[in-house]
């Protein structure tokens, strides 16, 4: 298989997480047809991946896979993914993917009720989030700095990083309920707290309820 049909396979696992067949509803939601075709699909490009040792694109995609493998409850190959993920990313020096790394880690750490891999998970993913933060700020005052000045409130509305709000948020909560399990109340509040009045981030009202539902 050469470079192009490995990037149309890719696109196409992209392309089916938009197109609304992965969404943030339940499982339950959706037909078990529609699921075992993900699922069939996934092990497939999966395979595909494997047998030409291209790692960096399973890597590349793990937003979109571990999606689908957290929706199937899949998580020992999430955690197999996220953990070669991880690797590539570090080695790559791009945070951006570490953190979503160390967040899908706390989730099969949470579904495996390991709390104590779950809250030092969770932990890092938001240390590694509010690293990069911090240097996209930075980039930000820059890039503002070289603009005429009734242009930096349209720049700055462009620059709003709604994935990042919406993954703290994310893992805030992963936080807390593993403190919640360890009986570590006050700390368990607070992040829900925290969680809580970010609101209702990147159009995901199911994470904002199951935040409530939890305080």
């Keep these: 298989m050469n470079a192009t049909r490995y990037q149309h396979r890719s696109e196409t696992i992209d392309k089916s997480t938009q197109a609304g067949l992965v969404t943030v509803a339940p499982p339950s939601r959706i037909s078990e047809t529609d699921w075992?075709?993900?699922?069939?699909?996934?092990?497939?490009?999966?395979?595909?991946?494997?047998?030409?040792?291209?790692?960096?694109l399973v890597a590349h995609l793990l937003d979109k896979l571990g999606v689908i493998l957290r929706d199937l409850q899949d998580w020992e190959q999430l955690k197999t993914l996220a953990e070669q993920s991880l690797s590539i990313h570090e080695a790559e020096g791009n945070s951006l993917k570490i953190y979503q790394d160390y967040g899908f880690l706390a989730e099969v750490a949470l579904a495996n009720q390991k709390w104590r891999d779950a809250k030092k998970l969770a932990e890092k993913a938001l240390e590694v989030l509010a690293t990069e933060n911090s240097s996209q700020t930075r980039s930000l005052e820059l890039y503002k700095q070289s603009l005429p000045p009734q242009a930096n409130e349209s720049a700055q509305a462009d620059f709003v990083c709604v994935a990042a709000?919406?993954?703290?948020?994310k893992f805030l909560f992963l936080l807390a309920q593993a403190e919640q399990n360890l009986d570590e109340e006050q700390e368990a509040r607070s992040h829900l707290e925290a969680a809580r009045k970010i609101g209702v981030a990147d159009h995901k009202p199911q994470l904002y309820l199951n935040i409530l539902s939890h305080l």
């Design 36 to 56: 075992q075709q993900t699922r069939n699909y996934l092990q497939q490009s999966l395979q595909v991946f494997e047998t030409a040792q291209r790692p960096d």
């Design 165 to 169: 709000i919406s993954n703290r948020q």
